[in-house]
């Protein structure tokens, strides 16, 4: 995928900070993260494919949503990880293009995810009658590869602008992963059309999920609105709740980073705002859905004490 005209065959990273005595603490804290990030996320796929009373559409994308987490994670937390034991944490122009190609395809996999995920609660709790008929498993199966297409073509676009793009002497990306905005910073090139292919790509795969979900709540609140028993309400409360958390975080953290011009957003609060949805984001999600849940608790009880009396 190397440009054919660059002069540059390998990038360093700089990593989140220059700083010695915060080098190895550091690695020990994202070390812990990313521990808690793979068995949170694994402990959760195993749970959702252990208990058929969780084969149902919502864990049927919440399985999802944590082998995406768990990818992503592994995209960028190793490698940042290197940053913080080496001296020069060196990546190559092939493989800083795979990482971003990897990176965008998870990230915008993940937005379409949480809105196919909004849709499944606005079905259940708006259309109740029809949950199974409109939430078939072709359905979901057709979302999901909706989400997929959908992070494949973004992906393609972000890291096919990225690569044409050309790298003279300047080989230091200030960053502790492969992003789009800091490989920008350091080509030769004009850069204006490529900003212009980032800011439609982010705008319609951050856009369009928003708009999904922001609608899907909407519809979601009105329908709760018209539940008259107390109960009735905090049930269709609480199945949202864990969604609507995930959802926060996510695009508020990733929309600070991209929907902003670089220059109004210096690097080093972009950095901390890329860390939250790239590797805290990811350990998260697996927990709010778990404690948060009964069906996931239940399962978990039931899986351990079945593990206990074998």
Same mark, same amino acid.
């Given at each position: 995928?190397?440009?054919?005209?660059?002069?540059?065959?390998?990038?360093?990273?700089?990593?989140?900070?220059?700083?010695?005595?915060?080098?190895?603490?550091?690695?020990?804290?994202?070390?812990?993260?990313?521990?808690?990030?793979?068995?949170?996320?694994?402990?959760?796929?195993?749970?959702?494919?252990?208990?058929?009373?969780?084969?149902?559409?919502?864990?049927?994308?919440?399985?999802?949503?944590?082998?995406?987490?768990?990818?992503?994670?592994?995209?960028?937390?190793?490698?940042?990880?290197?940053?913080?034991?080496?001296?020069?944490?060196?990546?190559?122009?092939?493989?800083?293009?795979?990482?971003?190609?990897?990176?965008?395809?998870?990230?915008?996999?993940?937005?379409?995810?949480?809105?196919?995920?909004?849709?499944?609660?606005?079905?259940?709790?708006?259309?109740?009658?029809?949950?199974?008929?409109?939430?078939?498993?072709?359905?979901?199966?057709?979302?999901?590869?909706? @989400? !997929?297409?959908?992070?494949?073509?973004?992906?393609?676009?972000?890291? *096919?602008? +990225?690569? #044409? %793009?050309? &790298?003279?002497?300047?080989?230091?990306?200030?960053?502790?992963?492969?992003?789009?905005?800091?490989?920008?910073?350091?080509?030769?090139?004009?850069?204006?059309?490529?900003?212009?292919?980032?800011?439609?790509?982010?705008?319609?795969?951050?856009?369009?999920?928003?708009?999904?979900?922001?609608?899907?709540?909407?519809?979601?609140?009105?329908?709760?609105?018209?539940?008259?028993?107390?109960?009735?309400?905090?049930?269709?409360?609480?199945?949202?709740?864990?969604?609507?958390?995930?959802?926060?975080?996510?695009?508020?953290?990733?929309?600070? @980073? !991209?929907?902003?011009?670089?220059?109004?957003?210096?690097?080093?609060? *972009?950095? +901390?705002? #890329? %860390?939250? &949805?790239?590797?805290?984001?990811?350990?998260?999600?697996?927990?709010?859905?778990?404690?948060?849940?009964?069906?996931?608790?239940?399962?978990?009880?039931?899986?351990?004490?079945?593990?206990?009396?074998?």
């Amino acid at each position: 995928m190397a440009s054919m005209n660059s002069s540059v065959t390998d990038f360093i990273l700089a990593g989140l900070t220059d700083l010695l005595g915060l080098q190895i603490p550091l690695f020990f804290l994202f070390l812990c993260i990313y521990v808690i990030t793979i068995l949170g996320n694994l402990g959760l796929i195993t749970l959702i494919g252990l208990n058929s009373h969780l084969h149902t559409p919502m864990y049927f994308f919440l399985l999802n949503l944590s082998l995406i987490d768990f990818c992503y994670s592994s995209t960028i937390t190793p490698k940042m990880l290197m940053s913080f034991v080496s001296k020069k944490n060196i990546v190559s122009h092939a493989g800083c293009m795979t990482q971003l190609f990897f990176f965008c395809f998870f990230v915008i996999s993940e937005s379409f995810i949480l809105s196919a995920m909004a849709y499944d609660r606005y079905v259940a709790i708006c259309k109740p009658l029809l949950y199974t008929v409109t939430m078939s498993p072709q359905v979901c199966l057709l979302l999901l590869l909706g @989400v !997929y297409v959908m992070g494949f073509l973004g992906a393609m676009a972000h890291t *096919g602008s +990225v690569a #044409s %793009l050309t &790298y003279c002497a300047n080989n230091l990306v200030d960053h502790f992963m492969c992003d789009i905005f800091p490989l920008l910073e350091i080509s030769c090139n004009s850069t204006y059309l490529n900003e212009l292919v980032v800011f439609i790509f982010v705008a319609i795969d951050i856009g369009v999920p928003i708009v999904t979900i922001f609608i899907s709540y909407a519809l979601i609140l009105f329908s709760i609105l018209h539940i008259h028993s107390t109960e009735g309400r905090s049930k269709a409360f609480s199945t949202c709740s864990s969604h609507l958390i995930v959802v926060s975080l996510f695009f508020g953290s990733g929309a600070f @980073v !991209y929907l902003k011009p670089p220059s109004i957003l210096p690097l080093d609060q *972009g950095k +901390v705002s #890329s %860390l939250f &949805y790239t590797i805290v984001v990811p350990m998260l999600n697996p927990l709010i859905y778990s404690l948060r849940n009964k069906d996931v608790k239940f399962a978990l009880r039931k899986t351990l004490s079945r593990k206990t009396f074998s």
